[in-house]
C-alpha cells in the first residue's frame, strides 16, 4: 500500500524555466509535508516543509504548495539551474508527528542546459 | 556543524554472512532513524530511537535485524543472516527529537550489496 505516490519517475526542464515536481498522498492523518533532495552517492536533503495548517511556503527560488482536499502537494522550483539536477523525494508524517516519514518513489529532475 | 556520519561507505558479503553498520548522529539529537532504502524505491523507516529507547520497530524484520543505541548517541545496525533481498542503501538520519515538526538529516548511507 503505498501511501505516498510520485507518479512521475523522470522529469525534464529546461535552464531558466519552472520545474514543478508532484505529490499525492492517501493518508487523511498524514499533517507533516517534507521534500527532500538526493545527489548520486549521498544522504537525501532537507529542501523544504509544509504544515497541513498552511497551503503555502516559499524558500528563495523553492515553493511548496498543499492541497488538503486533493491530497495533494507540489513543488515548484524557479528559475530551474543545473546544480537542481537530482532525485526529489516526497515524504510526509502523520498528526502527532513522532516524525514517522513516509516517502515516495522519488522523481529524477534533469535541467537541461 | 558536523553531519550524520556513517561507516562503512561500501560493503560486499555473501548471503547468509553477517554485517553490521555504525551511525554517530549530529550533536544533540535525540532521535535517530534507520532507513532501507532499495533501488528505485524511497527510503523506508526500519527503527526510530528516542534516546537510547525504541519509538518504533514495526517495519524491522526482527528475525535476522537488530539495533541498538546504548547511551543514547551513536548505533548499529546488525544483519544476521544476510539475505539476497537485503542489498541496498541503509541510510541514518536524526533530528532534535519528536515535539513538533523537525526536519530529518541524513548521513551519505551504506551501500550493502549480497552475493
Known amino acids: 500500500d503505498q501511501q505516498v505516490k510520485q507518479n512521475s519517475p523522470s522529469l525534464s526542464v529546461q535552464e531558466g524555466r519552472i520545474s514543478i515536481l508532484n505529490c499525492d498522498y492517501t493518508?487523511?492523518?498524514?499533517?507533516?509535508f517534507l521534500w527532500y533532495k538526493k545527489y548520486p552517492a549521498e544522504g537525501p536533503t532537507f529542501l523544504i516543509s509544509?504544515?497541513?495548517?498552511?497551503d503555502k511556503n516559499e524558500d528563495g527560488r523553492f515553493t511548496v504548495f498543499l492541497n488538503k482536499s486533493a491530497k495533494h502537494l507540489s513543488l515548484h522550483i524557479v528559475p530551474s539551474q543545473p546544480g537542481d539536477s537530482a532525485v526529489y523525494f516526497c515524504?510526509?508524517?502523520?498528526?502527532?508527528?513522532?516524525?514517522?516519514?513516509?516517502f515516495g518513489q522519488g522523481t529524477r529532475l534533469t535541467i537541461n542546459p | 556543524e558536523a553531519g550524520v556520519a556513517q561507516s562503512p561507505r561500501y560493503k560486499i558479503i555473501e548471503k547468509r554472512q553477517s554485517v553490521a553498520f555504525w551511525c554517530n548522529p549530529i550533536?544533540?539529537?535525540?532521535?535517530l532513524y534507520w532507513y532501507q532504502q532499495i533501488l528505485g524505491q524511497g527510503p523506508k523507516l526500519l527503527i526510530q530511537?528516542?534516546?537510547?529507547?525504541?519509538?518504533?520497530d514495526s517495519q524491522l524484520p526482527k528475525d535476522r535485524f537488530s539495533a541498538e543505541r546504548l547511551k543514547g548517541v551513536d548505533s548499529t545496525l546488525k544483519i544476521q543472516p544476510a539475505k539476497l533481498e537485503d542489498s541496498a542503501v541503509y541510510l541514518c538520519?536524526?533530528?532534535?527529537?519528536?515535539?513538533?515538526?523537525?526536519?530529518?538529516?541524513f548521513g551519505d548511507g551504506t551501500r550493502l550489496s549480497i552475493l
Open positions: 530511537f528516542q534516546n537510547n529507547g525504541v519509538v518504533d
Open positions: 515524504a510526509a508524517s502523520p498528526l502527532g508527528g513522532a516524525q514517522k516519514l513516509v
Open positions: 538520519a536524526s533530528s532534535l527529537g519528536l515535539l513538533g515538526n523537525q526536519p530529518q538529516h
Open positions: 493518508n487523511s492523518m498524514f499533517d507533516y
Open positions: 550533536s544533540g539529537h535525540a532521535t
Open positions: 509544509i504544515s497541513s495548517i498552511k
